[in-house]
């Protein structure tokens, strides 16, 4: 999402280029038409925000002018170490068109993403990337430490249902990822989330 300056900038370009345009056709400028500025970068300013927040999830959209799924919500998780038993939890995906945050909750652990993106890849192929902190509970942290990881996971169809991938950690443990039956209430705890499934 643009900042403030940044939306400035913008408004201003437009608004220069306008000038010119009006000036090489010979349409004399007068003062007056500079006086919308703050009005337009305000009502710009809006209008982004709400598209970016609200707007872009509007099926009226979809393919031609916003191609990036909404994957909002709260998923279940199960992740099946290599050699290990399968772990169960919920992802908490906070989504608008420009922003993007994961949560993965556990009953030991939770953690949450450094770096997380959608990809579009050139086949059609829609994939969720991360980077990862886990933050394991302070009573598990004798076997579990702190560690970082990441995971791929591609999307199964439009709307998305299920994403199914691998991750892996940096200390050497890695498996496979499956998150499916999404709602789209957030939540804030393992427990909460367990509580209302």
Known sequence: MLSAPQLNVVVGTVFALWAIALIATGVHI???FFKPFSFVTAASGFILTAFDRLAWKWRVWRGWLVRRPNIRGTWRATLRPTGGRPLDGFMIVRQTLTSL?????TAESASVTVSSDIILEP?????LAAVYRADPRLEVRGRSPIHN?????????????ELVGHYWTDRGSSGEMRL???????????GEAQGAA
């Open 30 to 32: 007068q003062v007056q």
């Open 101 to 105: 945050s994961l949560r993965l909750l």
């Open 123 to 127: 086949d059609g192929t829609v994939a």
């Open 149 to 161: 990881g990441a995971f791929y996971v591609t999307l199964s169809a439009a709307p998305p249902h």
């Open 180 to 190: 499916y039956d999404k709602r789209d209430r957030l939540f804030s705890t393992f």
